[in-house]
């Protein structure tokens, strides 16, 4: 009999288990492969450390948090400044000022453009659009409409919807038409979510703080089983009785008195049966939306781009967002190689993708930024995550999110599904692995 069983190794699965296990819970944690971290764990590939999904590392946050109340050390190396490229340019993101700053720097650099072809610059509403964020964020009003539709209403500067558009697809997966603009408002409210902070790279990859993480539960007396896949979760009474596992060829029924699940909305309610919970549920649940995403990571023999930072892209087909990540962190690549990492979206992040199209997009985009490419790099590899696949870029799509504890009293989730609303990505895995712990020490 174990106190808790967790499916799943993602970064709520292992926060969750390594935050009750080292306040003395019997744990199990299973994991259907034989690498822990899900979309936050390494790929070892032609001595490059290539991240699985998510790759920038939030700083002062739950992240963070989760590893200081474990006392595990939690190595970053933080990346210096954020960057866009708009029409050929590379422009700093500046370090004060915030949105102000940010519409200041595209009024300044577009009146230096257009003067250069003779034209009058038409200026930014930089005061009456930061007013409005400002009331936005504060609830001052309702927006009960797209981001997109919410910006139009004060600027049709194609240059500060591109730029908004790569923000949300970063953030989000989803473009800036179907993100709902309360969302994204919760996102950059300091009560609610947390906007933007500082962030980093892991220098011996992701899977280093998820394998230190699943150290924390065996040095408790917990056990960490991968190619170990949950079959099902043995409901009776309403309650939750055991987990069958797979394992070396053989099923094992495994007793919990709680088990917590990091797979998903949808993959947890098919492991416990839809005929333990009320059709209304079960009905919302299949509602879900994930949102997908495409990654390329790419080598180089010298760096593509010679900037130390992240680097949205505005105006393109597919690319929106540039991370060269071996300029800040050089341990991901081997001495003499540079490792960049870029993501795309297809326009719509509500139906299933044209992979090979995306692709092709995407790879177009890159042509163009970078010339001479094929020459240049090497693609390591193409990552395409479809809504339909069992590891989206989210597993709900913005403003969908459910509550971390379902119908059955001894069941709960954690991961993004179950994030509370304004936390995105790996910040809001680990809150709720942070939630969920502190949920089951009460219970």
């Not at 720097?105 to 038409?122: D, P, Q, S």
């Not at 870029?342 to 692709?359: D, K, Q, V």
Request: proline share 5%.
């Amino acid at each position: 009999m174990y106190d808790v069983v967790v499916i799943g190794s993602g970064m709520g699965g292992l926060s969750v288990a390594a935050l009750l296990a080292q306040s003395g819970f019997k744990i199990l944690l299973t994991e259907k492969y034989e690498r822990l971290g899900g979309n936050f764990s390494t790929i070892e590939y032609k001595g490059f450390k290539l991240p699985t999904g998510a790759v920038d590392v939030e700083l002062e946050g739950p992240v963070e948090k989760v590893f200081q109340s474990i006392g595990v050390d939690f190595t970053i190396t933080p990346v210096p400044a954020h960057y866009y490229w708009i029409r050929g340019h590379y422009y700093k993101l500046p370090e004060q000022g915030g949105l102000k700053a940010l519409l200041d720097m595209l009024n300044k650099t577009k009146v230096e453009r257009i003067k250069l072809v003779g034209r009058l610059a038409k200026e930014i509403a930089t005061e009456k659009i930061a007013g409005a964020f400002k009331r936005a964020i504060k609830g001052e009003e309702k927006v009960e409409m797209s981001f997109r539709d919410w910006l139009l209403q004060y600027t049709d500067d194609e240059d500060v919807l591109g730029i908004f558009r790569s923000i949300i697809f970063s953030l989000f997966s989803v473009n800036e038409s179907e993100m709902p603009a309360s969302t994204f408002f919760r996102f950059m409210s300091r009560e609610v979510g947390h906007g933007f902070r500082s962030y980093g790279h892991a220098p011996h990859g992701n899977i280093a703080l998820m394998n230190s993480l699943a150290d924390v539960i065996k040095g408790n007396h917990g056990e960490v089983w991968t190619n170990a896949e949950t079959k099902r979760i043995v409901i009776k009474d309403g309650k939750v009785r055991s987990v069958v596992i797979s394992k070396e060829g053989r099923e094992v029924e495994m007793e919990a008195r709680v088990v917590i699940s990091d797979t998903g909305p949808k993959k947890t309610v098919e492991m416990a049966g839809k005929d333990n919970f009320e059709s209304g549920y079960v009905k919302k649940v299949e509602e879900l939306k994930p949102c997908p995403i495409i990654t390329f990571l790419i080598a180089s023999d010298q760096p593509l781009v010679d900037i130390k930072g992240t680097i949205g892209i505005v105006g393109f087909r597919s690319l929106y967002c540039i991370d060269p990540m071996s300029n800040t962190c050089p341990e991901v690549a081997p001495q003499g190689k540079h490792l960049l990492v870029t993501f795309g979206n297809p326009p719509s992040s509500l139906y299933p993708m044209n992979a090979r199209m995306e692709i092709e997009k995407h790879l177009h985009d890159l042509e163009e930024i970078f010339p001479n490419f094929q020459n240049r790099a090497e693609i390591l590899r193409i990552d395409t995550r479809n809504i339909d696949d069992e590891w989206p870029a989210y597993h709900v799509f913005p403003g969908q999110e459910l509550s971390p504890k379902t119908p059955i009293e001894n069941l709960y989730m954690v991961g993004d599904g179950v994030k509370r609303p304004g936390l995105m990505g790996l910040p809001g895995c680990a809150q709720t692995g942070l939630d969920v712990a502190e949920l089951v020490k009460k219970k």
